[in-house]
């Protein structure tokens, strides 16, 4: 091939490389705008759906419930227990002693103190304290009955595990409420041997503890521990009855008339309150 003819092809080439070049100077341009025009158009779309999908979400996602509470109030604790059952458990109380509460219609209690002294025989000492306790429904902890449950098997605990208590024995107890546990023990002091009986019951969201001891004093006989446990009894299931009557017709007729569960709970088949010791 001749210089003549390889010159001619030579410019002949040069400008179809000038056109591939320019296309391909083009195309390397045109992508990064297209693709910065792409990560735009998806950063706005993704900031704009994850708003509306938060706020989708929030409004979606309920409220917590718990459900309410079936006891609204309670009863006036002084109150709870008949003249006759007062006669009988406290036969020399000529009133009971209200207990503070700054909220009344949650914490109530009332005791008696009687003492029928005998002269030169001795003298019979009886005190008895009635102790109510309702829960209400919280969205964080639970609802009411539940808590009271809790309670109720901490309170039965405590009992059994007063200091100083011997021959304790617990028991559960029917027809109290959903469920109800009875704690008897001995307690000696220097004014004798007190017979300490203890009843510890639910009723839906309020829990009810009854506390009942006897002493024969300065030589007097010592009271029958299951005579006063018989009371005791008597007296817890009173008191349960007078918490659902507080609460309205329909309560009344509730759990309380029916058996209480008996369920061996933690707090029954375990070994008063801790106030029990104190009782003189």
Partial sequence: MSEGTMQRRAQREQPERAKRLTRVLVCAAAVPVMLVATGCSSDSGSDGGGDKAASASASASPSPTVQAAAYRTLPEACGVLSKKTLKDLAPKAKSGKEGTSDDVASRASCSWSSLDNNGVKGSQFRWLNVSLLRFESD?????????????????????????????????????????ATAVRYDLKKKEGTFKQQTVVARVENVVVTLDYNGAGLAGDKTPDAAALLSDAKKAAREAVLSVTRANGPSAASGSPSAPASGRPSASASEAPSASASGKS
């Fill in 139 to 179: 969205t964080t902890r639970g609802p009411g009955d539940k808590l009271a449950q809790e309670y109720y098997d901490k309170q039965v605990r405590e009992v059994r595990a007063t200091p100083g208590a011997k021959g304790l024995n617990a028991q559960a107890v029917a027809g109290t409420g959903d469920e």
